[in-house]
């Protein structure tokens, strides 16, 4: 089992920038497992989105056409704790984020099994 908690949400004005923290825990063979790493938001009425996900062997991370070039996924493997940078914060942004880590595939959201309890992201305009 790995845990999963987020932090770092809040409100912000359009424009702005909010960065979101979340640390895994668990045995260490739990963690160590983990493939994949993501970051989803889901906002009342609308169905869950996949905002950034990132491939721990590979190094690499995809994100939504919706975020992308203001949103960046972070890592500090050493602590187990992965980021997301949310800069130029749109009002379409206001959501629930969650983190999300599993062991994949990483463009499914199948591959995520581990699932933080989320945290509010409020942007005003």
């Known amino acids: 089992q790995v845990g999963l908690v987020e932090s770092g949400g809040g409100s912000v004005q359009a424009g702005g920038s909010l960065r979101l923290s979340c640390t895994a825990s668990g045995p260490t063979p739990s963690v160590a497992s983990v493939n994949c790493f993501g970051w989803f938001r889901q906002a009342p009425g609308k169905e869950r989105e996949a905002v950034a996900r990132?491939?721990?062997?590979?190094?690499?991370?995809s994100y939504s056409d919706s975020v992308k070039g203001r949103f960046t996924f972070s890592q500090d493997d050493a602590e187990n704790v992965v980021y997301l940078q949310m800069d130029d914060l749109k009002p379409d942004d206001t959501a629930m984020y969650y983190c999300?880590?599993?062991?994949?595939?990483?463009?499914?959201?199948?591959?995520?099994?581990?699932w933080g309890q989320g945290t509010q992201v409020t942007v005003s305009s």
């Open positions: 990132f491939h721990r062997a590979l190094r690499t991370t």
């Open positions: 999300a880590a599993g062991r994949g595939p990483c463009g499914m959201p199948s591959g995520y099994n581990y």
